[in-house]
């Protein structure tokens, strides 16, 4: 396993099974990071489906909007720091960009220094919007703007990028898992 992998792909091309895959076949201790909050009906029953399909001694954070200090907090312990799956960095964007312009650019900065300070494993899932049509209000524009340029970030800070396409991993920086 790499030290930090970027799943990336579409909305249900299996980027999260891959991702989850990945995370236990590294072996040790995996801590889930779930950034969905569940607004409705329909999200919370996406949210249960995930966690009954995960491994049961995997750890789990919920944290919809400060990504950074979960990451600092884990860095800080004075134990081997786990594998952490981060799932997944549109529902995180989505919720920063609704929080407002101060809050977004601050969990944003602070995030991306503590991917490059943890010193222990991250799988980062995220949607790919860069090959979709463009957005038709200034929302979503700017999340569409503002993820892609988190995925470019993110990418230059992880050892391998792999993106899911139809639940088939295509590597895109690194070497391939066998």
Known sequence: MVNKLLVIGGIRSGKTALAEQRAQQAGGAVVYVATATAGDDEMARRIERHRRQRPDDWGLVEEPMCLGEVLADFRKQPCEPPLLLIDCMSLWMSNLLLAGGERFAEER??????????????????????????GM?????????????????????????????????????GSAQE
């Open 109 to 134: 900065e602070c995030f991306l220094e503590e991917v490059r300070a943890y010193p222990g494993s991250l799988v980062v899932v995220t949607n790919e919007v860069g090959l979709g049509t463009i």
């Open 137 to 173: 209000d200034a929302l979503t524009r700017r999340f569409a703007d503002e993820l892609g340029w988190m995925n470019q970030a993110l990418a230059e800070r992880c050892d391998e990028v792999v993106m899911s396409v139809a639940g088939l991993p295509l590597t895109l920086k």
